[in-house]
């Protein structure tokens, strides 16, 4: 809860996502393809607030939520990299040339780019690259700590980072 309070404080709005203790969804569905990855409210990012009081209630309700926001409702766009994989089609884009913020994903050689947005509307895309996904203004992700469904935290990642 705290973590959520702060970048709520930050301008930043979050909403929980369901956790994945050992693997399993927490949203009962014994075949949920997507454990810990997706919102527990009905609205999803449309429900992102900064509203303390109900951040508030919805980790008192569910304390090990996962904390996502909307990126482009922050000021930024965020390229998801799925893993070492991704690494040959970001070089050849030019996104490791320092993201304004990076976040070490639970994914193994996953993180997620931080870019400041741009004057314009971006949307999100999954699946045009390869092993990379962009995160804009209708699309989230989730923010440290929130634990991967593998068990490991994501992480702020860089000194200057001004979320970590």
């Avoid at 909307?70 to 070089?91: H, I, K, N, S």
């Avoid at 884009?93 to 971006?122: I, M, N, Q």
């Avoid at 999954?126 to 996904?133: A, F, K, V």
Wanted: charged residues 25%; hydrophobic residues 30%; glycine residues 12%.
């Amino acid at each position: 809860m705290n973590a959520a309070l702060d970048y709520a404080r930050r301008g930043w709005p979050v909403f929980p996502f369901y956790s994945a203790p050992g693997g399993v969804c927490s949203c009962g569905d014994p075949d949920c393809d997507r454990p810990g990855k997706h919102p527990r409210t009905r609205h999803g990012l449309d429900d992102a607030t900064t509203d303390e009081a109900q951040i508030r209630g919805w980790w008192t309700r569910w304390p090990d939520a996962g904390i996502a926001t909307v990126p482009g409702r922050c000021g930024y766009v965020v390229f998801d990299l799925d893993g070492p994989e991704a690494v040959p089609e970001a070089q050849r884009l030019g996104l490791l040339a320092e993201p304004t913020l990076e976040v070490v994903t639970g994914r193994k050689g996953g993180r997620h780019l931080w870019y400041l947005r741009p004057d314009f509307e971006v949307g999100s895309k999954q699946g045009n690259l390869t092993h990379i996904d962009i995160r804009g203004d209708k699309g989230c992700v989730l923010l440290p700590p929130s634990i991967h469904p593998n068990g490991k935290q994501y992480r702020w990642r860089g000194a200057d980072s001004e979320a970590e």
